[in-house]
């Protein structure tokens, strides 16, 4: 079982609202990532967690925190996102830590999100 | 910096035939794995097939094949027997353990005609 799942679906929110992204994996695995992609184009690394712990943060603004509460969920807040943050959001995890040479990343199906 | 080269934008291929995606990557590591996603319309990227550096055999799953040349620092991906479900986006993607990132291509979109 490979299974990540991700919610919202969809969601579209106002430059001046807080929302949250959820993901969640059952499969016992120790390291989680969330990435931004944007149409037609390969996923960009956001951050990763190993352990529950952040291990890597690819330079991104301070409107995007995550949150890693404990080993299977993983959560994306956001707050006064600009319209160019609108994108499919990805959510992965495997189960091997974090820089691992057998890590395999598993993706949900993201959350497309519109930011008005 | 590690590279992944997808050239190819664009594919077609009929039902029923072989297709292959070319990929080729520029690394100095000698310990890497390969990955070929898939990512349908419906959006979810999906692990279709790995290769570790190490292994001299050319992976396998079901109709999809790699050619793994690590001289040439190529990883390409046969389709046999392609399918109207096999229409997606697919990239292909790198990481060795000295980097926990996964370095993708391009992505290439395949379509496949009845």
């Known amino acids: 079982d490979t299974e990540v799942t991700q919610t919202p679906k969809h969601l579209v929110m106002g430059m001046t609202n807080k929302k949250s992204l959820k993901c969640e994996q059952h499969?016992?695995?120790?390291?989680m990532y969330w990435y931004k992609q944007k149409a037609k184009k390969p996923p960009e690394l956001m951050f990763v967690?190993?352990?529950?712990?952040?291990?890597i943060n690819e330079s991104v603004p301070s409107r995007f925190s995550p949150e890693c509460p404990n080993s299977s969920l993983l959560n994306l807040h956001l707050h006064a996102l600009q319209p160019e943050d609108s994108a499919l959001y990805l959510c992965a995890s495997s189960q091997e830590p974090s820089g691992s040479i057998r890590e395999t990343q598993y993706f949900g199906p993201g959350t497309r999100l519109l930011v008005l | 910096a590690q590279t992944v080269t997808q050239s190819q934008p664009e594919m077609s291929v009929q039902e029923a035939e072989t297709v292959t995606l070319s990929c080729t990557y520029d690394?100095?590591?000698?310990?890497?794995?390969l990955f070929w996603y898939k990512q349908p319309p419906s959006r979810q990227m999906i692990l279709v097939i790995r290769?570790?550096?190490?292994?001299?055999q050319n992976a396998t799953e079901n109709r999809f094949s790699v050619n793994f040349q690590k001289a040439a620092k190529s990883f390409s991906l046969k389709i046999s027997d392609s399918q109207l479900g096999d229409a997606a986006m697919y990239f292909c993607a790198y990481r060795t353990g000295a980097n926990s990132k996964l370095t993708f291509g391009k992505g290439i979109t395949l379509s496949v005609r009845p």
């Open positions: 967690y190993s352990y529950e712990k952040l291990s």
């Open positions: 290769q570790e550096a190490y292994k001299q």
């Open positions: 499969m016992g695995h120790r390291a």
């Open positions: 690394t100095s590591e000698s310990d890497y794995y």
